[in-house]
C-alpha cells in the first residue's frame, strides 16, 4: 500500500515543504509550585510532587475528563466525587461524594447503605478499588439532535435509513 506524501516545492530553492498531520501541544502544570511539567514525565521535576487530578492541562478538556486525565494520580486535596469499581466484575458504581464536600458532609449525618453493582449485585467493600480515570463521552445535546433530524425530514432521508436499519 503506497502512501501519498502532499509536498509542496520550497519558495527559496531549499527541500520542498512537507504536509504534517497538526499537533496540539499540551503542557501541564504543578498545582503545588506552578512549574511545567517537561514532557511526559509525571514528576515535579522542582517540587517532586506527583502530577495528579489537581495540576492544570492547558489546553483543558473537562468535557472528556471531568474526573482528570488518564495517567494522573489522585489527589488528595479535591473535593470531586469519588469513583470506585467493583472487584469481582470491574463495573463501576454510582460515584459517592467526598467525605469533605457538603454533599459528602450530609451524607455522614444521614449515612445510607453502601452501593450495589448494577451488573453482579455485590455491596461496595473495602476490596473495591478507586476506579480509573477514563474518558467520558458526553450526552449529545437534545437541541443540536432535533436540528439535525429537521434537516434530514427536509432532504427525505430519514425514510430510506429506517429502510435500510430494518
Known amino acids: 500500500m503506497e502512501t501519498c506524501v502532499l509536498t509542496i516545492p520550497s519558495r527559496t530553492g531549499g527541500q520542498p515543504l512537507v504536509r504534517k498531520k497538526p499537533m496540539q501541544r499540551v503542557r501541564r502544570t504543578c498545582h503545588e509550585c506552578a512549574t511545567l511539567f517537561p514532557g511526559s514525565v509525571k514528576v515535579c521535576p522542582k517540587c517532586e510532587h506527583i502530577r495528579c487530578t489537581d495540576c492544570p492541562r492547558d489546553p483543558a478538556k473537562k ?93 427525505n432521508v430519514v425514510a430510506s435509513v429506517k429502510e435500510v436499519g430494518a
Open 63 to 155: 468535557r472528556k475528563f471531568p474526573d482528570g486525565y488518564p495517567g494522573d494520580a489522585y489527589s488528595a486535596t479535591s473535593t470531586l466525587p469519588r469513583k470506585y469499581s467493583c472487584h469481582r466484575c470491574l463495573k463501576v458504581f454510582p460515584a459517592i461524594p467526598h467525605p469533605q464536600s457538603p454533599e459528602g458532609i450530609a451524607a455522614a449525618l444521614n449515612p445510607s447503605p453502601p452501593p450495589n453493582c448494577v451488573r453482579c449485585g455485590h455491596e461496595k467493600c473495602s476490596e473495591c478499588p478507586r476506579a480509573p480515570i477514563v474518558r467520558v463521552e458526553p450526552a449529545p445535546d437534545p437541541e443540536i439532535l432535533k436540528r439535525v433530524e429537521a434537516k434530514l425530514a427536509a432532504l
